[in-house]
């Protein structure tokens, strides 16, 4: 029986391009924490999580406290994250998002990575650990993003840029060329909802065959969400977010026959109760990085599936270790039935050795390999680990980085 002799948390950065979203524009690089669990009978499991400073502290702090557990001891580790934390709240991660409880949060990654290594102790993959593959190929969307050319005073990338319905219907048609997809997602809240409405109609009719969605991280009120719903009604699968909070979606759900989905007022467990209570919102979009990791995201396909509500996947940029991790999660959910959303299209540089997570007809194959089955680059990591240190970048603020081009700038949600 292994136990857990050491971890070793490694904070790294990414490329990241000028992607645009309602509180501002991606930042030069992207930041990860690579969790690495290393057993007394020397295997490592692996975790990938957020990077900003706090966490980083937080991971730190449970990473000491951890050496001695049993890597099957899931609950034990559970026990130990909320003693490490105790009363420290107000956790913020993801840059847009914040919840009061940061221990789901803290525990994703040391559970991953302790899930990664009971697979190769017990030479099975993640997935069997979860109940078994329901889909072996795992289907994910395009997530388009409306986009600046380049970052300003550096080279631009080779997506261009992407600021009208032109633009976002090029990225799309790049998108589903290169790696297959069959469902798109609009990153939306940055221009004014008739010109975003135009944009998913102008897809409409070049995707014809394709789920659609938009998701403008509530840019808009109550009512302008019902309007933009009547408009997309019969043409896109789920509307994402239209509106902050559990009262505001209840409000717009009320009126449209569109379903809509969130990760934002619907983040944590106890957001579960008031929106069913308010039949506010008909799909969850999971996200393991915190809903406490793969086991607890099951809890909340369990509960997504005894009250009726729709289950999808969330994300936010990241790299190959959670990209396993989701694959491994989607694979083994029977309910999941929507192509996860993932960012991995927009990335140059990855932690992984290339070749496992293949996008093919816009799925990813559960990989077979023992644990999530994916091999850490060592060079690679000390590479993005430089970056970090080098990039001065401490926390994601999209905010704060548009405003140095655009001081007037204002992230207000339900701007519309
Ligand atoms: O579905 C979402 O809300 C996201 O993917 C959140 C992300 O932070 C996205 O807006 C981004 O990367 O700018
Ligand atoms: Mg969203």
């Given at each position: 029986m292994s136990r857990v002799a050491g971890v070793v948390v490694t904070p790294v950065a990414f490329a990241d391009p000028p992607l645009l979203n309602v509180v501002g524009v991606h930042e030069p690089f992207a930041l990860r924490a690579l969790v690495q669990v290393r057993t007394d009978d020397g295997l490592v499991g692996l975790g990938e999580t957020y990077a900003d400073d706090a966490h980083l502290a937080r991971l730190g702090a449970v990473a000491s406290a951890v050496v001695g557990l049993d890597v099957y001891d899931l609950n034990g580790l559970r026990r130990i994250v909320i003693d490490v934390l105790g009363n420290g709240r107000g956790a913020a991660f993801g840059g847009m998002l914040a919840v009061q409880d940061p221990a789901d949060v803290v525990l994703s990654p040391f559970e991953v990575a302790l899930l990664d290594i009971q697979g190769k102790e017990l030479g099975r993959p993640v997935a069997d650990l979860l109940g078994?593959?329901?889909?072996p190929e795992v289907p994910f969307s395009a997530y388009l993003f409306y986009k600046?050319?380049?970052?300003?005073g550096r080279a631009g990338d080779s997506w261009g840029e992407a600021l009208d319905s032109d633009g976002i219907v090029a990225q799309a048609r790049r998108m589903v060329d290169e790696y297959g997809f069959t469902a798109i997602k609009l990153k939306g809240g940055v221009f004014a909802p008739e010109q975003e409405i135009e944009a998913v109609k102008a897809l409409a009719a070049a995707f014809p065959e394709h789920s659609l969605r938009i998701d403008p991280n509530g840019a808009w009120t109550p009512s302008t969400s019902v309007r933009v719903a009547k408009s997309l009604e019969g043409l896109i699968e789920y509307l994402e977010?239209?509106?902050?909070?559990i009262g505001g979606m209840a409000e717009v759900a009320r009126q449209t026959e569109l379903p809509l989905a969130t990760n934002?007022?619907?983040?944590?467990?106890?957001?579960?109760k008031p929106a069913v209570l308010a039949d506010a919102v008909q799909v969850v979009l999971s996200d393991h990085h915190y809903w406490g990791g793969l086991r607890r995201s099951r809890l909340l396909a369990g509960i997504c599936e005894t009250f009726g509500m729709g289950l999808s996947m969330h994300s936010n940029s990241h790299l190959g270790v959670s990209l396993a991790a989701m694959t491994h999660l989607a694979a083994a959910t029977p309910n999941l039935t929507y192509a996860c959303d993932t960012?991995?299209?927009?990335?140059?540089?990855?932690?992984i050795k290339p070749g496992v997570l293949d996008f093919v007809g816009g799925s990813v194959r559960v990989?077979?390999?023992?644990?999530?089955g994916v091999e850490l680059d060592e060079d690679a990591v000390g590479r993005l680990h430089e970056q970090y240190l080098s990039c001065g970048i401490r926390g994601r603020d999209d905010t704060s980085y548009l405003r140095r081009f655009d001081p007037s700038f204002s992230p207000n949600t339900a701007r519309w």
């Open positions: 078994g593959v329901v889909r600046w050319v380049a970052h300003p977010d239209p509106t902050p909070g934002m007022c619907v983040i944590a467990f106890d957001h579960l960012h991995y299209p927009w990335k140059t540089e990855d932690l990989p077979s390999g023992p644990g999530l």
